[in-house]
């Protein structure tokens, strides 16, 4: 650049240079005022929260900003910052004598207001649930870890809060998925062209810089050599002018100078966001390559270990070295157990299992974030009990003989009535297409969702499975000839045993299973009639998107089921947790007993190195309710570890009965079978009583798969015929779905796109009925939430929980092809 540009750019930079800097505070003001407006409260006023038993509704302030919904004892108001201000100047007028005396009192004072204005709990909208449960109540709740029961002064005053609620819920889905899809798009972005422009920008602005600084040292010493002829004192009128022109000059020079820097550091500051976020990805990217690098060194050592371990027994050699035991029991590879081993005949059936206290008796029907107005039933809620269970030492072969003779009774069910097994009159298929080696880079393709939502991880159909999680529920059944025997048992301890066994079945088809299912659409339906064969029909629905949640609702012979399923799923890295939230129920209706759990987490290990594998740990309470009041299941699922002496995937359990006695014991593995033994006599304290059993007897056994199930996704009979193509079912039924078929039949890159038009198919749904509720917002009227077909909330029997509950009528509609109601998703 020449210095006569330098010098045209420093004129027109000097008669801007006000305006530019008037604009730049106004900028600055605007985005101060976004700023302001953006943690601007979007709702506040006093409501009436539920806290507990003891205090019932108490008197909070609400405030309602940026998707959260936060609580206080009081309203916070600059009040109290005035009277603090008004004290201390009162203070000063005070005698000394008189201050020491009011000092703990204004302590005292300082430390009760404190506390008052302290949030007391948050609930963020972004997944929450909002009910309706009278004219004055509402329900928030996100999935189970939390529920907020509040109640305004009217109706008018409750449907202005819940219209807010559901503005704020959509405001912040819109958020988080925005900042989602910016650190997306700034992850993937390819910055060499981008950084050679950035680069070739600042190249520029920099060398205008130096222009600028060689013109203001020029100019500055012509103004020092026109200052010092000034003091020479000779025609002063002419210096003075020759001084004010070499000041003007080196002002404008000046003022070039600070807008070049100002520029430069715009540019800068513009760019340095977007570099800071490649720089973080980038390492942890490489965090993460470091790892899988770690693990694939231990795991190479431990090939040669047992390659050279297997040598040694082909050579003969029956000494040497002995081989080291990996140390993190997260990356060993996992072998299924000998199928048909008795867990009776090869291990030792005693053992001590853990009972929590009886804080799960009322499902921990209120989850309140106030402290103090739950202390005061904490002590009583965290009582544990250690049981010890011995079984009788009997001889190995008498053992085998009565193990034997149990199993033989049980399958013929002498204790019960015969069950009419029916042959279907649909002849039904038993295996699908085979699943085509179609090789995939899955680290290319799960490295920047670590720590995010399984649910939200747009994940091609080559990690999927050809069923839907509607679908995959519905396997829940596939020993449901268990609750068949639990409806004709003759007492509530026995019942609860066969109910205990049933929940564990459900399991046994995720030994192998792996595949992802596809996640349903909103208002996606799924329905099962098997009435023909195996006395049981159910429907499930896909009732919620954000959380996403189904309903299932399912009868048979003498009983009736039903679930919500809901989840968090997180991946992280080397594993994909999934902790269930939902409840599940069954009920008896000859004697109206009700059962009520929550399954346990399942943990996929494996994900980026090794062979998949599946376990399932944690503990689940079968508690009864209704004329089984008191009863209660406790179930141990342990944690594959390598040290443990246990066999691998294995459960043990009690049942209890009202009096706390233990009346049944449940041992087994969830993979293979459950063996059943009765409390012959008791001995011990009652803090640890010890229990004696009889011979344990086979209460379930998992039928094997077919030999060939792992050309086809390892699908059980049953799993294959959920997706076959039946007449008559609704327009909302996942085996109408486009990408779940193409997938079935090996067209997975139609399957693909498929998947993506109908995902944004949903969001497209999901925006418009955001832009109806901001418009009905707007005009001050109420919009009504997205409302189930089959299923409608409820609030549940005994609790303050808000649940889907079954419409009835999906059958009768059925039975007339009536349709009407279904929307059209797919």
């Not at 390659?307 to 050579?315: D, K, L, P, T, V």
């Not at 039946?726 to 498929?754: F, I, K, Y």
Request: net charge neutral; charged share 25%.
């Amino acid at each position: 650049m020449s210095e006569n540009n330098i010098n045209k750019s420093i004129a027109s930079n000097d008669s801007n240079l006000l305006s530019t800097s008037s604009s730049k505070r106004t900028q600055d003001k605007m985005s101060d005022d976004e700023t302001t407006k953006s943690n601007k409260i979007s709702k506040s006023g006093w409501l009436l929260k539920w806290t507990n038993y003891l205090k019932g509704y108490q008197k909070r302030w609400f405030v309602l900003s940026n998707g959260v919904l936060s609580y206080y004892r009081a309203e916070p108001s600059s009040g109290a910052t005035l009277n603090n201000v008004n004290k201390s100047s009162v203070s000063g007028k005070l005698s000394i004598r008189r201050r020491r005396k009011n000092h703990n009192r204004s302590a005292t004072l300082e430390n009760q207001t404190e506390v008052a204005h302290t949030c007391r709990g948050t609930i963020s909208l972004h997944g929450a649930l909002i009910h309706t449960v009278d004219s004055c109540t509402f329900v928030i709740s996100n999935g189970g870890t939390q529920t907020f029961h509040i109640k305004a002064s009217n109706e008018v005053e409750r449907q202005s809060w819940v219209t807010a609620l559901e503005l704020a819920k959509a405001k912040a889905i819109r958020a988080i998925e925005s900042e989602e899809e910016e650190e997306d798009n700034t992850a993937n972005v390819i910055p060499s062209e981008e950084l050679n422009t950035v680069v070739r920008d600042l190249t520029i602005k920099l060398e205008n810089l130096k222009t600028c600084y060689d013109l203001i040292t020029k100019h500055g010493s012509a103004l020092q050599r026109a200052l010092a002829e000034l003091e020479s004192g000779e025609d002063l009128a002419s210096k003075n002018k020759i001084v004010n022109e070499r000041a003007t000059l080196f002002r404008i020079s000046s003022n070039a100078m600070i807008n070049a820097c100002t520029d430069y550091l715009t540019t800068a500051q513009t760019q340095g966001h977007k570099w800071s976020k490649m720089i973080q990805h980038v390492n942890d990217q490489k965090l993460h390559l470091e790892e899988m690098v770690e693990q694939l060194a231990r795991q190479h050592s431990h090939l040669e270990q047992a390659a050279a371990h297997q040598g040694q027994r082909a050579h003969g050699a029956h000494g040497g070295a002995s081989v080291t035991s990996p140390s993190d029991d997260e990356e060993n590879e996992f072998y299924d157990a000998q199928e048909g081993a008795s867990i009776a005949s090869n291990e030792d059936t005693s053992f001590i299992l853990k009972i929590p206290g009886p804080k799960s008796s009322q499902h921990q029907r209120e989850m309140s974030n106030d402290e103090d107005d739950r202390s005061s039933s904490e002590g009583e809620e965290y009582n544990s009990q250690k049981v010890l269970v011995v079984a009788e030492s009997t001889d190995q072969n008498v053992l085998n003989s009565a193990d034997t003779t149990d199993r033989a009774s049980i399958h013929s069910s002498n204790s019960l009535t015969p069950l009419n097994q029916k042959t279907s009159l649909v002849k039904r298929r038993t295996k699908v297409p085979d699943k085509p080696n179609h090789p995939l880079n899955l680290w290319s393709i799960i490295k920047n969702c670590i720590g995010k939502d399984l649910s939200k991880i747009p994940m091609p159909v080559n990690f999927n499975e050809p069923l839907s999680l509607l679908q995959r529920l519905t396997e829940d059944f596939e020993y449901a000839e268990l609750l068949d025997k639990a409806a004709q048992a003759k007492t509530t301890c026995e019942q609860l045993a066969y109910v205990a066994a049933f929940t564990i079945s459900s399991y046994s088809t995720t030994a192998n299973r792996t595949g992802k299912p596809f996640n349903p659409l909103l208002g996606e339906t799924y329905e099962c009639d098997r009435t023909d064969d195996l006395g049981w029909k159910c429907i499930s629905e896909q009732v919620s998107h954000h959380p996403p949640m189904a309903a299932q609702y399912c009868e048979g012979r003498g009983w009736r089921s039903w679930q919500e399923f809901t989840m968090t799923s997180k991946f992280r890295g080397k594993y994909i947790q999934v902790v269930p939230l939902g409840n599940a129920h069954v009920e008896f209706t000859a004697n109206g007993n009700k059962f009520s759990w929550r399954k346990v987490t399942t943990t996929v290990h494996n994900i980026i190195v090794g062979r998949l594998w599946v376990d399932n740990h944690g503990d689940m309470e079968i508690i009864g309710e209704n004329n089984a009041t008191g009863y209660k299941c406790h179930l141990k699922y342990l944690p594959y570890s390598y040290f443990t002496r246990d066999s691998q995937r294995r459960v043990k359990g009690v049942v209890m009965d009202p009096e706390k006695q233990v009346k049944w014991v449940l041992n087994g593995t969830w993979d293979n079978k459950m063996e059943l033994a009765s409390v012959t006599s008791t001995s011990g304290s009652p803090e640890n009583p010890v229990y004696r059993t009889s011979n344990y007897k086979t209460i379930w056994q998992r039928r094997l798969p077919p030999a060939d199930c792992d050309k086809y996704y390892n699908f059980t009979t049953l799993a294959c015929q959920l997706n076959e193509p039946e007449e008559g079912v609704a327009p909302t039924d996942s085996r109408l779905r486009p990408d779940q078929r193409l997938m079935e039949n090996a067209q997975w890159d139609e399957s693909n796109s498929e998947k993506l038009r109908l995902e944004e198919q949903q969001r497209q749904r999901r925006r418009q009925r955001e832009a109806e509720a901001e418009r009905a917002t707007i005009e001050g009227r109420p919009y009504p939430p997205y409302e189930p077909i089959w299923f409608k909330k409820e609030k549940e029997e005994g609790t303050d929980n808000v649940i889907h509950v079954y419409r009835g009528q999906y059958w009768e509609c059925k039975s007339k092809q009536d349709w009407s109601r279904c929307p059209s998703i797919f």
